[in-house]
């Protein structure tokens, strides 16, 4: 498609296409819902992304919001910073200014978890520097059914197996908000080859050694019998309405059982004792993240040990997730730190 039928469906807002109107309107509403002036807005290369800049562009000229355009380049790949520019410039033939963050820290193991939680310390980073409050992620339904299916595959609980919410806090300044969960990719894709005529593909999602890659190459298969994505989708969008029952109750356990002075917290442990497997897990997960600040839960075997650990007679101390656990009193301690 040609630069200038390009500006006009922006403006348009896909009017052209049915399908694609329609995706536009439904994200619309949920940005209008938020009620917030700017934005920032994570950019990979890949459909998903493409697609939700194309959607944030068409959705200026109805609404008049700033969002900014941010890419992460992890230094992992050999031509990953070449790769950025083509990016760069391809937005630019839309009048869109993408800003390219190179990320300096080596990662070498557990590469896709330590890239993830890089990428989202340097884009809320820009975030509370810009005064944004929300960052938009292009994650769609394919993303959510995956995360869904790795967590099954983990032993995940029901809070686990809720998979992602369209909104949570990354922290107390910034939230993250994914506008296209219930977006399936191949209309991502049509939004980017109509807007920017082509998209690119990371090499690594191909990889067969990251699980990921591995449950979405389980589609085909799964659909051949019958098991389709929109069919799991609906059950975890149930789920996540029980989830939501269970959070308050999670909540009101985490105040009265959690107390966090300086760089330390500390566990009512009588309280903690007295707790079903699932609730120890959450609290032990939310104490750790509180400390980190980190978004995700770790892996639940990683806690269940602990869990045992902590419960035998002889336990002094032990470490998770970058913190150090210890009995203090009547109270399980921990702090950031290793044994």
Known sequence: MSKKNSSVNLKSGFKDYKDLSDIFINFKNKIDSLK???????VSGGPDSLALVALTKAYTFFRKTIFYYVLVDHNIRKNSNLEALKVKKLLKKANINLKIFLNKKKIIK?????????????????CKKNKVKVLLTGHNLEDQVETFLIR???????????????????????????????????FLIKISKNIFGTYFKDPSNKSDKYLRTKVRNLKKPLENSGIKYEQIFKSIQNLSLSKTTLDEYLNKTFRELIKKLNREISI????????????????????????????????????????????????????LGGCVFFKKGKNLCLKVGKI
């Open 36 to 42: 917030k002036d700017k934005y920032v807005v994570a």
């Open 268 to 319: 009512n442990f009588n309280k903690y004792k007295n707790l079903n497997k699932d609730t120890k897990m959450a609290l032990i997960n939310e104490s750790i993240k509180k400390l980190k600040k980190n978004y995700y839960d770790l892996r639940s075997k990683k806690v269940v040990n602990l869990i045992n650990n902590i419960e035998k007679k002889d336990f002094k101390k032990t470490s």
């Open 110 to 126: 557990n590469i896709q978890a330590e890239a993830r939680n890089t990428r989202y310390d340097i884009l809320t980073n820009y």
């Open 152 to 186: 099954l595959s983990r032993g995940s609980g029901l809070r686990g197996l809720s998979a992602m919410k369209p909104l949570s806090e990354i922290n107390s300044q910034v939230s993250l908000f994914r506008p296209l969960l219930d977006t399936k990719k191949k």
